[in-house]
């Protein structure tokens, strides 16, 4: 991309030009930022963090932000038209576990659908239980110990980090659950086709939300929202967020949010995973990288340092 004449800021766009490059694999991508050949990574290895944190700190940037790992599951079709087997899945998982080994404390649990303190709100609800309750709502469910539960397949998109959470919770559905849950891979364009059509049981995705506000993540369950796959929705939950949004007196929306998020935990079409940061690779010689929670920077703001342009 170019430096546009006529933008009315044009005075203050220092850098002439931006080279994207459409790089698939992140290794790749880490390496051309060891080579030279990237001033910026969108993401970086989850096996390489350690590293960076000790080798080479000040090009490594984790910012925590808002953005959150979740799990979809397909409402309209068997096993998970079942809340109890929804919930059971969502207990069995070890969140810690997940966010320490898969991620290297880049995430955070995510207890909810939505990150403390966003937009000012406070969540008072959040999943609690473990592995006993998530065996006796399986069994309630029909299928105890896991017996007689059908074939279910993991959807996710290819990447590293992705295949080593997806076999993290394949383990421990397994060890709880006594279920074995198949694993399928799919490129981002297939994989979202496969989402918006609906051919899927249960599918890893992440969702930033565009603003600092708790009412974007709320739709996720909307019915006949877009952002919504799981097929679920509530004349409830769409009522009380139609009310929220809304409302101007501050308390009165949150108490509609805590009304939302009672129903969502009860009834749980998604399963929250981690509260993911951004981890990338900067090259000390850009300027004007400033680290934010929505993740969001203006390219129009940064500069290179004298010599280090490509």
Same mark, same amino acid.
């Given at each position: ?37 990237l ?13 960076y ?20 599951? $397909?409402?309209?079709?068997?096993? #998970?038209? +079942? ?5 059971? *899945?969502? =207990? @069995? ?7 320490a ?36 709502l ?19 998109t ?26 399928? $891979?799919?490129?981002?364009?297939? #994989?979202? +086709? ?5 051919? *899927?049981? =249960? @599918? ?96 129009s ?10």
């Open positions: 991309v170019v430096r546009n004449p006529y933008y009315w800021d044009k005075d203050h766009i220092k850098l002439k030009a931006i080279r994207f490059y459409p790089i698939e694999s992140v290794d790749t991508e880490e390496k051309a930022f060891r080579s030279g050949q001033h910026v990574t969108s993401d970086l290895p989850a096996s390489k963090i350690d590293y944190r000790r080798e080479n700190p000040r090009v490594l940037h984790i910012e925590p932000g808002f953005r959150i790992s979740i799990l979809e599951l $397909n409402t309209k079709r068997p096993p #998970f038209d +079942d809340a109890r087997v929804r919930r059971a *899945f969502s =207990l @069995a998982i070890d969140r810690e576990t997940l966010a080994a898969i991620y290297h404390g880049t995430s955070t649990p995510a207890f909810g659908i939505q990150r403390d303190g966003i937009g000012g709100f406070h969540p008072s609800h959040h999943i609690t239980g473990g592995p006993e309750e998530a065996r006796k399986l069994a309630e469910a029909g299928y105890p110990g896991g017996t007689g539960f059908p074939k279910v397949e993991y959807l996710y290819t990447s590293e980090k992705n295949l080593e959470a997806a076999q993290a919770l394949q383990e421990m559905w397994l060890k709880v659950l006594g279920v074995r849950v198949a694993l399928a $891979n799919e490129e981002w364009r297939v #994989f979202l +086709d496969s989402m918006h059509g609906g051919n *899927f049981q =249960l @599918a890893s995705i992440g969702f930033g939300p565009p603003a600092a506000e708790a009412s974007e993540n709320f739709q996720l369950l909307l019915s006949g929202s877009d952002l919504n796959f799981t097929g679920w929705g509530s004349p409830e939950f769409d009522a009380l967020y139609e009310k929220a949004i809304h409302m101007q007196d501050t308390d009165a929306r949150f108490a509609c949010y805590q009304q939302m998020d009672a129903i969502f935990l009860r009834e749980m079409p998604l399963i929250p995973l981690s509260f993911r940061s951004s981890t990338r690779l900067v090259d000390p010689a850009v300027r004007g990288w400033i680290e934010n929670e929505l993740h969001v920077h203006d390219l703001r940064l500069t290179l340092e004298s010599g280090k342009a490509p």
